[in-house]
């Protein structure tokens, strides 16, 4: 990779690092700081850490080797974390399993990371060469399909810097990824795959869920192939593998006389070269898997006939490859064009003039749409847990409020965010219009037992209006106008009863709890997804809806601004008495009973648990933050917006945590870290029970409002948001490429992607065929990575003219809008990527 596109890590900054490679909803493998493989979630299942299980994961290894000149070996990693070491004396990870990572390895190593490719520098005094390892997966915009595939990609680029010839052996080997529902071992399959690599499979049941196949395989030349290691017992695999590899004795074989033998299994490619003085070469790795059969659920309702019957579910990519080899042939004849789109698009980003701790933080969390958090049903559907524990997923079902912060697949993969808006309104919701904020796994209809969440269902009305318009899709709105429809009236009911633009009765939201009486959060999400039902109405022709919704909006705005902004920011007003909702008053009754009246006389003194009335919340007007994102406009004072993110950044940014006292959930930042606090009370009156996560720091959050900061103008602070954030992920305590919230890999982080557009003021409308651009930076020239249903590219801002170039797709524009209703340029121009599109501006 080019030097300036990257990102360095070194020393103990090596320790976290886990860069995911692998197809979005189809599993990953990860390359790690030292230039190994680790994470092989590729099973359908999150594999994170060294972890052992029913489906053979902790047992997966991939390792190159190198033999120069006859007399040195090594393992093409470098030096082994000593932090790691404990680990393998777990039973399934080092005990008995014949690992590699006792062999001899390079002396020193360094990594550089520009999401999705990755680098591993290795050197060692014994190794005449350079050698880099770049591991990367295909990451195109817009194109679902080949950003899905099943494959880790690992270019092994070799230099010979001296003035003397080198002879070297190049090994790549890999375990074998499928083991079966028997022993493991007994049922296992290798064998060569068109004189290019190995084929691992099992002898399982195609309705099995450990049926599967992988393969290994090199792009050229044709390597020597020893398609099974030696199966002798106890170590021998390696050991035998080692001594072939040192002596220069590789041995080849078909793999077939393996077949029902124990031991530890795998398969190994070599490639030998003369390196000339000045020469380099690289040898490119694929890595490939096909699981097709999935047979756990979440929230999935069967048929009262059937209460028991197993269901069985595929990922997306079996609807376009038969097998893991026939993966291994798409990647192969494509290979070419992949690694050039991929690569445009990585340069398109990291050209972007933004500052480079906001570039780490958008292509960082892009890592989250190659990781096990994203699932793709073989339909197409996108679902997604919020993230990821070690060997399972974690708190299910798409979840709206949490997906509401991600903004990174709606803008470069819209036609996949546009099924999860499908998922809430045709699968998700009754005939009441109550949305269940998690959805079924596979799809289907589901439960209606639990609280709505007021800030996931009225912000999937707003992520309608985004939608609609990054695609320009009428009909495909239209179609589900009347569902959005039914489920705002069904908020209005539930929430404000009154119909006075304000909810009043206890509403369930992001933060696990209910909020009893109004508050800044909730109604400025309500605020926005009024005004958007009102813009949508009027492209449906329901006229008598528009100002309906529209007055709502501006009632909820006046309530909010004359009663809820306290001067400095937007609070809640904490109600309990007189309202619909009685389940206060039986969890007094309910304390009453209990021996201790400590919990009764906090309830009846304070109200009920979980609220945050004076406080200064971090997500106090994250409604008004979605709206500005979507063009959506908002009734609420500018100035009394300004003036709440000004008090966020001021109450809750704190540059030590040490004398913060969290009895929470401390590890997403703790002690000399910096971070901004979910909540504070600044005017007193923290509740002796404060709300689950409020002394916390969480990553989404902070991107909201280091974006939302951004947007108005306070760069300086917003950046500063940014920066603690990645401190904190610099590899050393935490991986830069994983986010963790409640999981690894959280979609809530993929609010990052909003800096780019908070930064740049972009915004394009395929309805209105409209560019809106207003860069935050002075610096000139700006230039930014955009990306819309139709085309992705670059805009160039210079002292006196705009250059939007498109890399791939055509843009529509009539108009563009430099500062919202001031500079506009009219025109009518299809943009393509041979017609670059120059406008003469003065700025």
């Keep these: 990779m080019e030097q300036q596109d990257a990102f360095f890590y070194q020393g103990k900054q090596l320790l976290q690092i886990a860069l995911p490679m692998g197809g979005i909803g189809a599993g990953s493998i990860s390359l790690n700081g030292h230039g190994g493989l680790q994470d092989f979630s590729i099973r359908n299942r999150p594999s994170i850490g060294p972890v052992a299980d029913r489906f053979g994961n902790g047992r997966d290894a991939g390792f190159g ?54 680098s591993v520098q290795l ?53 074998h990824l499928c083991p079966d ?63 072939e590899i040192t002596t220069g004795t590789f041995s080849t074989n078909t793999g077939k006389a393996s077949a029902g033998q124990k031991g530890r299994n795998g398969g190994s490619l070599l490639i030998r070269h003369s390196l000339k003085p000045g020469e380099e070469i690289t040898y490119p ?38 097998d893991a080899e026939d993966v291994a042939k798409y990647v192969h004849k494509h290979y070419k064009s992949l690694r050039q789109r991929t690569r445009a698009f990585c340069d398109a980003i990291f050209s972007s003039t933004i500052p480079r701790v906001a570039l780490d933080a958008i292509s960082a969390n892009l890592a989250i749409l190659k990781s096990p958090t994203i699932l793709r049903q073989k339909n197409g559907n996108l679902w997604g847990w919020e ?110 009863p009154e119909r006075i633009g304000v909810l009043v009765e206890p509403h369930h939201n992001t933060y696990d709890i209910e909020f009893w009486g109004p508050d800044g959060m909730c109604n400025s999400v309500y605020v926005g997804a009024l005004m958007a039902m009102s813009l949508l109405a009027t492209a449906a022709d329901d006229h008598p809806a528009v100002e309906d919704y529209k007055n709502l909006a501006l009632a909820g705005s006046k309530f909010m601004d004359g009663q809820l902004f306290n001067g400095e920011y937007y609070q809640q007003d904490v109600r309990y008495a007189d309202l619909r909702d009685k389940s206060f008053l039986e969890s007094l009754a309910e304390a009453a009973t209990i021996a201790d009246k400590s919990l009764l006389k906090i309830l009846k003194s304070e109200g009920p648990k979980y609220q945050y009335g004076s406080g200064c919340l971090t997500d106090g007007i994250v409604g008004v933050w979605m709206a500005s994102l979507y063009g959506i406009p908002t009734p609420l004072a500018s100035e009394n917006v300004r003036k709440t993110l000004k008090s966020i950044y001021r109450y809750n940014f704190r540059s030590s945590l040490q004398e913060h006292c969290n009895p929470q959930r401390p590890g997403y930042a703790i002690g000399k870290e910096s971070g901004l606090l979910i909540c504070s009370w600044p005017r007193g009156g923290k509740p002796t029970l404060p709300f689950p996560y409020s002394d916390e720091v969480m990553t989404g959050m902070e991107y909201q409002v280091a974006s939302h900061l951004i ?62 651009f207003s860069p935050k930076l002075l610096d000139r020239p700006f230039q930014t990575f955009f ?54 501006h003065s700025v």
């Design 181 to 243: 529902s028997s022993d493991g071992e007994k049922g296992m399959r290798n064998r060569v795959m068109q004189g290019k690599g190995i084929v691992f499979s099992n002898t399982d049941s195609s309705d099995s869920e450990k049926f599967g196949s992988a393969s290994v395989s090199m792009i050229s030349p044709r390597p020597l192939i020893k398609a099974a290691w030696l199966r002798g017992g106890w170590l021998d695999g390696i050991s035998s593998l080692w001594r």
């Design 711 to 772: 947007s108005e103008g306070l760069v300086k602070e917003g950046l500063r948001i940014v920066k603690a954030i990645r401190s904190r992920h610099d590899g050393s305590v935490r991986n830069p490429f994983n986010e963790y919230e409640c999981g690894n890999f959280y979609a809530r982080a993929m609010a990052s992607f909003s800096l780019l557009q908070a930064l740049s003021g972009f915004r394009y409308s395929a309805v209105e065929k409209t560019l809106w």
């Design 65 to 118: 080797i190198i033999r120069v000149n006859g007399k040195t070996t090594k393992l093409l990693e470098g030096p082994f974390p000593q932090q790691r070491i404990y680990n393998l004396g777990l039973h399934g990870v080092g005990h008995l399993q014949g690992r590699y990572e006792g062999l001899p390895r390079f002396a020193e190593c360094s990594f550089e990371g520009s999401y999705p490719f990755g």
């Design 387 to 496: 993230g990821c524990f070690t060997d399972e997923g974690c708190c299910h079902g798409s979840c709206t409020h949490v997906w509401n912060y991600a903004q990174a697949i709606p803008h470069l993969f819209p036609r996949l965010e546009r099924t999860l808006r499908e998922q809430e309104y045709l699968r998700s919701m009754d005939e009441r219009g109550h949305v269940n904020f998690r959805a079924a796994l596979p799809d289907s209809l589901t439960t209606h037992d639990y609280h709505a969440a007021a800030d996931g269902q009225l912000g999937g009305i707003m992520k309608l209006w985004r939608d609609w318009h990054i695609s320009g899709d009428t009909p495909w709105m239209k179609g589900l106008y009347p569902l959005a429809k039914k489920s705002i009236e069904y908020a209005i009911c539930q929430w404000d």
């Design 123 to 175: 050197s060692d005094p014994a190794i005449p060469l350079d050698v880099k390892i770049t591991g990367w997966s295909p990451l195109i915009p817009r194109d679902d399909v080949n950003s899905g595939i099943p494959c880790t990609i690992l270019e092994y680029q070799f230099t010979n810097t001296g003035k003397q010839t080198v002879e070297m052996d190049f090994a790549y080997s890999l375990s």
């Design 285 to 322: 790795v694929v890595i490939t898997w096909y699981f097709p059969n999935c047979f756990y659920d979440v929230g999935f309702i069967r048929p009262e006939a059937e209460p028991d019957t197993a269901v069985r579910w595929s990922p997306f990519y079996v609807s376009q490859w038969k």
């Design 787 to 840: 990306c819309t249903e139709s085309a992705h590219g670059s805009i160039r801002l210079e002292a006196k003219a705009l250059t939007i170039s498109i890399l791939e797709g055509e843009l529509a524009l009539e108009k563009i809008i430099f500062q919202p209703g001031e500079d506009e340029v009219t025109l009518s121009k299809i943009i393509t990527a041979k017609t670059p599109l120059r406008v003469p």
